[in-house]
């Protein structure tokens, strides 16, 4: 199983941009999905994370401004990013809980991460 996200880059505050996260691998069942972020000399936080039914959860700092989605059918996260700030300058991962086989295996996955930098 591998995630691979994209869709970041630089952007300056005020504009948008949309992550995605896209699952591959022997994948029979995807449970919770979810952004986290890390700033350089920053623990990695909590961004958002969305639930097999649908439910969502927001950090403080991006309710109302980001919204996350998934779609099973081709097994991949998203993230789209308004109202951008400086402070949401960070490496952004993407993870997910997945039942695969090949080998039998119910496990966190993380992928490789996506840089977002706004400036000022």
């Known amino acids: 199983v591998q995630l691979v996200a994209s869709g970041g880059g630089l952007v300056q505050a005020g504009g948008s941009l949309r992550l995605s996260c896209a699952a591959s691998g022997t994948i029979l069942g995807i449970n919770a999905m979810g952004w986290y972020r890390q700033a350089p000399g920053k623990q990695r936080e909590l961004v958002a994370r969305?639930?097999?039914?649908?439910?969502?959860d927001y950090a403080d700092s991006v309710k109302g401004r980001f919204t996350i989605s998934r779609d099973d059918a081709v097994s991949a996260l998203y993230l789209q990013m308004n109202s951008l700030k400086p402070e949401d300058t960070a490496v952004y991962y993407c993870?997910?809980?997945?039942?695969?086989?090949?080998?039998?295996?119910?496990?966190?996955?993380w992928g490789q991460g996506t840089q977002v930098t706004v400036s000022s």
């Open positions: 969305i639930t097999r039914g649908g439910s969502t």
């Open positions: 993870t997910a809980n997945i039942l695969s086989r090949a080998p039998w295996r119910l496990g966190d996955y």
